[in-house]
């Protein structure tokens, strides 16, 4: 008999443990890098967290907050490694390094045609690599022109629409103000951005060559030249950027500058003088009327061992409705189509925010938009050799021609082809 009782309770811990087991492995956990969400975001991210398991009891996600200068070296760490995470919040550039190396997996794998139809269709190719998909595409960002009506009365200038009407707005501010129109930043990928909206294609017809060395490339050289030899910017546009641009036009030094909407909010708080003088317009789309937009995207690591949950947590994280929700909470924008249905992206009064003024102009402009700079391979220094060369062309150590010919052949030698 006693035999008979240690054997059933034997059988009961056995079966007590497989079912402690079983659910133990029932519950998977997803991990979600975000980049400097928190603290400011933390009741926005926590609720859809708190959502999304509600809807997937299985699932857990484990969400972790990383400094935006940090991102880039721990997400490549974690790679190596074999910890990375299982959704990444990332931009395009970086995203198509770890696209280089197939460290991603394509979302067209795991999502349904009718979910990718949602995004916007420009901004969902431009997270593609060599033609294949590397992310979904998040939140997104679009340059305004901000200007200092103070600075546009005294100088008699209009809005500039054109690089030429800008050139000229410059000559007349500098003239009768002593002050700047403009100040081209150099870091980043604006200036290849400002050329491709004054019309010149950034690569050739098949993709692996420069396509700028011709007339139109030219015509965006000597437009920087112009405004660097007749002092119509300053000297340290060579060694500073953006920030720089900041300082100057809330210093009122500066009559236009070009950045997103969610800057209005920084000239409100730190400039509240200047802030009741500014206004806002379109960028300035030149020649090709092409209006450049910005995304942040939601990456899943080819490592992921959840791969098919972890889209589904991205794809929930960047639907319409969540998406929604983010811009009515901070000055940003969706990639989800359905979502500029909302009033907010199409209408605003005249006695409006400046702030709902430039969300319906930056809506415009990426449903008219693209990513002008796609993402690339060795783009670091595809983008050094042009900064390098057309800086030298303003100085005047190089003509435009010679910077032009000197950029074309570097980059026939990064991008392995014959140039056009």
């Known amino acids: 008999m006693s035999t008979f009782r240690t054997i059933v ?37 926590l609720d859809l967290i708190e959502q999304f398991e509600q809807k997937n009891p299985d699932i ?3 969400w972790v907050d990383v400094p935006w200068k940090e991102m880039e070296k721990k997400v490549l760490a974690a790679i190596a490694a074999n910890t990375a995470p299982d959704v990444v919040n990332l ?15 394509n979302p067209e794998y795991y999502l349904t045609p ?14 593609k690599y060599q033609q294949r998909s590397f992310a979904i595409p998040w939140y997104l960002s679009t340059t305004v022109t901000i200007y200092n009506q103070t600075i546009l009365d005294l100088a008699e200038v ?43 294609p950034l690569l050739n017809a098949t993709h692996n060559g420069a396509g700028f060395n011709n007339a139109k ?68 789309s030149g020649a090709s009327q092409k209006y450049n937009v910005a995304t942040m995207n939601l990456a899943v690591p080819q490592r992921s061992q959840h791969k098919k949950l972890a889209f589904d947590f991205a794809q929930f994280v960047t639907n319409p409705d969540n998406q929604l929700a983010l811009a009515k909470r901070i000055p940003l924008l969706p990639s989800t189509l359905i979502s500029y249905e909302h009033p907010m992206f199409s209408k605003y009064q005249d006695d409006s925010p400046l702030i709902d003024k430039a969300r319906v ?25 042009f900064i390098r060369n057309l800086q030298q062309a303003m100085v005047g150590q190089k003509t435009t021609d010679e910077a032009l010919s000197d950029i074309t052949k570097i980059w026939q030698v990064l991008l392995g082809g014959n140039n056009e």
């Open 217 to 284: 490339g030219k015509a965006f050289f000597e437009f920087y030249r112009n405004l660097y030899q007749q002092g119509l910017v300053p000297k340290n546009v060579l060694t500073e950027g953006h920030h720089k641009a900041v300082e100057l036009f809330q210093s009122g030094e500066l009559a236009f500058i070009t950045t997103g909407m969610q800057f209005l909010n920084t000239i409100k708080m730190n400039a509240p003088a200047l802030y009741q003088t500014i206004g806002v317009a379109p960028q300035l």
């Open 114 to 127: 009718l979910q990718i139809e949602r995004y916007v269709p420009a901004i969902w190719q431009a997270n």
């Open 9 to 45: 309770i034997d059988f009961v811990v056995v079966i007590s443990l497989n079912l402690f087991c079983l659910s133990a492995y029932a519950t998977t956990q997803i991990q979600f890098w975000t980049m400097q969400l928190s603290p400011y975001h933390d009741d926005y991210v």
């Open 361 to 385: 102009i930056s809506a415009q402009q990426v449903l008219k938009g693209e990513v002008l700079v796609s993402p690339l391979p060795k783009y670091n220094k595809l983008r050094n050799s």
């Open 91 to 105: 931009n395009p550039q970086f995203s198509s390094k770890l696209a280089e190396y197939k460290a991603l997996a």
């Open 60 to 62: 857990k996600i484990k």
């Open 158 to 200: 209009e809005v500039p629409t054109t690089h030429a009407q800008l050139l000229n707005a410059a000559i007349k501010i500098k003239d009768k103000l002593a002050k700047y129109a403009y100040f081209p930043a150099m870091d980043g990928s604006r200036a290849l951005e400002d050329m491709i909206t004054m019309g010149a």
